[in-house]
Nanobody, 126 residues
Framework: QVQLVESGGRLVQPGGSLRLTCVVS????????TAWFRQVPGKEREGVSC????????YYDDSVKGRFTISRDNAQNTVYLQIASLKPEDTAVYYC???????????????????WGPGTQVIVSS
């Protein structure tokens, strides 16, 4: 059974940066497409970035392009999301997801991913 645990969320001032971490267990990460989603109360969970298995390609939603960077360490079975120039509208719970069959040529969709972490809260406020 694949399990994911995110960490790194915290209160950050606008313009700041942070790195979210997602540790994956129960599966060899190198064969999985990975993604980060975020959700605010009352709204649907939205995909912000993904990376194909083997790290062959990445995708970023327009709202985060140039500020978010997805990466992975297959040896550590860990996925990262580096976030720079944080804005108040980045405030959300951030979720990590993986799936061996998911594509990564468009905005990731929840239905494409079968394994999820519980999420980590990011608050951007002065």
């Amino acid at each position: 059974q694949v399990q994911l645990v995110e960490s790194g969320g915290r209160l950050v001032q606008p313009g700041g940066s942070l790195r979210l971490t997602c540790v994956v267990s129960g599966a060899p990460l190198e064969y999985y497409t990975t993604a980060w989603f975020r959700q605010v109360p009352g709204k649907e969970r939205e995909g912000v970035s993904c990376m194909r298995a083997m790290g062959s390609s990445t995708y970023y939603d327009d709202s985060v392009k140039g500020r978010f960077t997805i990466s992975r360490d297959n040896a550590q079975n860990t996925v990262y999301l580096q976030i720079a120039s944080l804005k108040p509208e980045d405030t959300a719970v951030y979720y990590c997801a993986v799936d061996i069959w998911a594509r990564c040529n468009r905005s990731p969709e929840m239905s494409d991913f079968g394994s999820w972490g519980p999420g980590t809260q990011v608050i951007v406020s002065s």
